[in-house]
């Protein structure tokens, strides 16, 4: 598959029917996952693997990966009916097989994988609700994707917080994102931010020793 048709597959999914703000509910347009999940499947974090998809929404990370030939996808999101939308999604492309639909907060998550792919909350709507996400997915992959928003103030943050749970940044790479309005609170009809995508290892992987967390080695 080409990383166009992958944009294109992914842009046609079905979207959130009633999107919930303060669960910070944004789709990922299809070229910012399409971006995402080329750059996995190039480094052998994809094809074969067993891939989380932390706060699925209605499933554009998750159907992806199964696209690109995840061995299986658990879909973790706490809203229902998100949840159900991102099973007709996978239906639609035959692709339920591949996924594990679990309706759970993501600080419930238990099952070990390969690797994590997630579009997170930003904060913008309840500050630090990227938190539990990142501490999840340091916690149980061994590889992890991520997008945050591309300001100074986070990049410091997440470059700290994945130091400080023994990850290290391997990649990343700014992106436009467009949301179309949505909420009563959106005054344009699309407003385009820049995000962040990450790829994060862990640094025993690397062959680099924690730094911050000194009496530990
Ligand atoms: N990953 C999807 C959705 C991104 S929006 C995509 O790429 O399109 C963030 C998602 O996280 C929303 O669907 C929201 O319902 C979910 N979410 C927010 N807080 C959560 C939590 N604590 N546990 C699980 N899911 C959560």
Redesign the pocket.
């Known amino acids: 598959m080409k990383k166009r048709h992958l944009s294109m597959m992914l842009s046609r999914l079905k979207?959130?029917l009633n999107?919930?703000p303060e669960?910070?509910?944004?789709?990922?347009p299809g070229d910012?996952?399409a971006e995402l999940l080329w750059l996995a499947d190039s480094m052998g974090d994809i094809g074969g693997k067993v891939v989380a998809?932390?706060?699925?929404?209605?499933?554009?990370?998750?159907v992806g990966a199964c696209l690109m030939g995840a061995e299986k996808v658990y879909a973790?999101?706490?809203?229902e009916s998100?949840l159900g939308i991102a099973g007709e999604n996978a239906r639609a492309l035959g692709l339920k097989d591949c996924i594990e639909f679990l309706l759970?907060?993501?600080?419930?998550?238990n099952e070990a994988v390969d690797t994590v792919?997630?579009?997170?909350?930003f904060g913008s709507q309840s500050p630090h609700?990227d938190r539990?996400?990142l501490r999840k997915a340091f916690e149980k992959g061994r590889i992890v994707y991520s997008?945050h928003l591309a300001k100074p103030e986070v990049r410091r943050f997440v470059e700290g917080f994945a130091v400080d749970n023994g990850f290290g940044i391997t990649h990343r790479f700014s992106l436009p994102f467009e949301i179309p309005a949505q909420f009563p609170f959106h005054k344009k009809s699309i407003e385009r931010i820049f995000v962040d995508v990450y790829r994060f290892e862990m640094l025993k992987r690397m062959g680099l020793r924690p730094i911050s967390v000194p009496g530990r080695l």
Request: proline share 10%; no cysteine.
């Open positions: 979207g959130f999107p919930k669960l910070e509910q944004y789709r990922t910012v996952a998809d932390l706060g699925a929404g209605t499933g554009v990370l998750s973790v999101e706490v809203d998100a759970m907060d993501v600080s419930e998550f792919v997630m579009n997170p909350p609700a539990p996400f997008i």
